[in-house]
């Protein structure tokens, strides 16, 4: 047997290999170099059940170098899985499917270059459809909605497609379980149907004061937006105050409670025992002390999904992939946070700190994006457990777009 120590020593190196190449991909090297980085990134979160994350990554690599045949083909594989193993969104995962396994195929020499005769093998190997694919490829929205743009440019949809808005309906936001388990003697409606829809729409609202702090912050002449009323104080120290900073700050506060809430709902639906005062995302998971999952987790179906959502936790601390979306976390509930465009403070234990507006923009996308993703994994977990429940104490499924 493993010891529970060295795994936690090994898993711990797991999540510093994604935080270098995240570090990587991110640095201004060749377009090859960062491409290949983010392969790597993708492929080790795809290990880790993190299809949202992944996709996003080995799309970036795509983008990057459009030669990386290798990306092309991680990319098609992790939609090929997604089709074979989800129920939402099928034509359109199948039409991009097929759009980036023919682009594989034409790539096989340049993947050999990259990754050798077996990736190229596995990526020939990839089956294609002999009929035309109906799905769409892409939801763009409203391309003369700015809203609907940024939604689609930060892939920010809260719904299971890889692409777009995945419908041209103006409620696009369609990600839901499928079916739940009765968990009343009274037969009424299960309470997580009440507890998803409130995840969705605070969602929703966090995504909205995030788009809408953006412009009222970043205007064309840097000067404060008009549609500000305030009239704030000179304090000549590079402070930027308003309307449009304190809505990024709640925005990013409302996406980091949304987390929170996410295991707040697993909590409650799996019957952990947890008081729910006492549980947040960072700690729900796993046991913090050892690094395993904890007993009520690791028990449930859908083993990619609550893997996904374990790893998820871990690479929310300071030196993992996502240090900056619980930026100010408790100074910005607590304390006095504003923006600066001079030296920010960054989080502190004071009354004041000040935050660099383009971190602040950054932190309240990362946790809007972390967000999602643990929407859409929290989604995958209870959809794992339902076919195991005996048919008379599921609840009517839901409509699927």
Not at 67 to 94: C, M, T, Y
Not at 113 to 124: M, P, S
Not at 210 to 220: K, P
Request: charged share 25%; with cysteine.
């Amino acid at each position: 047997m493993i010891d529970s120590a060295l795994r936690f020593d090994a898993d711990s190196l797991i999540v510093s290999a994604r935080r270098k190449w995240n570090t990587v991909a991110n640095t201004p090297l060749l377009p090859e170099i960062r491409a290949r980085a983010l392969c790597n990134l993708a492929n080790e979160l795809d290990n880790a059940g993190r299809w949202v994350e992944a996709y996003a990554a080995y799309a970036e690599a795509c983008d990057i170098d459009p030669e990386n045949g290798n990306a092309a083909g991680n990319r098609a594989q992790l939609l090929l899985w997604r089709i074979r193993n989800s129920h939402d969104q099928l034509g359109h995962l199948q039409a991009v499917y097929e759009k980036w396994a023919r682009r594989a195929k034409e790539l096989r020499a340049q993947t050999v270059e990259i990754a050798g005769e077996r990736a190229a093998q596995l990526w020939d190997d990839l089956p294609l459809s002999d009929e035309p694919v109906l799905g769409h490829l892409s939801h763009t929205g409203d391309l003369g909605d700015p809203y609907q743009r940024w939604i689609v440019r930060h892939r920010l949809a809260l719904v299971a497609t890889v692409e777009g808005l995945g419908t041209d309906d103006n409620r696009w936001d369609t990600a839901d379980i499928a079916a739940a388990q009765i968990d009343n003697d009274e037969g009424r409606v299960p309470r997580i149907f009440a507890a998803m829809n409130v995840l969705k729409a605070e969602f929703i609202v966090a995504r909205r004061l995030a788009f809408r702090g953006e412009e009222l912050t970043f205007t064309d002449d840097g000067h404060q937006h008009p549609a500000d009323t305030g009239a704030y104080g000179e304090t000549n120290d590079g402070a930027v105050y308003g309307e449009g900073p304190a809505t990024m700050l709640l925005a990013q506060r409302s996406a980091l409670d949304l987390l929170d809430k996410i295991a707040v709902t697993a909590n409650e639906h799996f019957r952990s025992g947890l008081m729910p005062a006492k549980v947040d995302f960072t700690t729900y998971w796993r046991d913090v002390k050892t690094g395993e999952l904890r007993p009520e987790v690791a028990t449930l179906n859908g083993r990619r999904a609550r893997l996904a959502l374990a790893e998820l936790q871990r690479d929310l601390s300071p030196n993992a992939l996502y240090p900056t979306a619980r930026l100010l976390r408790n100074a910005g509930t607590h304390r006095l946070v504003h923006g600066t465009v001079d030296l920010p403070s960054g989080p502190t234990r004071e009354t004041f700190s000040t935050v660099d507006l383009l971190d602040l923009q950054e932190a309240t996308l990362e946790a809007l994006w972390v967000a999602r993703a643990g929407f859409l994994y929290l989604v995958d977990l209870i959809d794992a457990e339902t076919p195991a429940l005996d048919p008379d104490a599921v609840a009517g499924v839901r409509s699927q777009v």
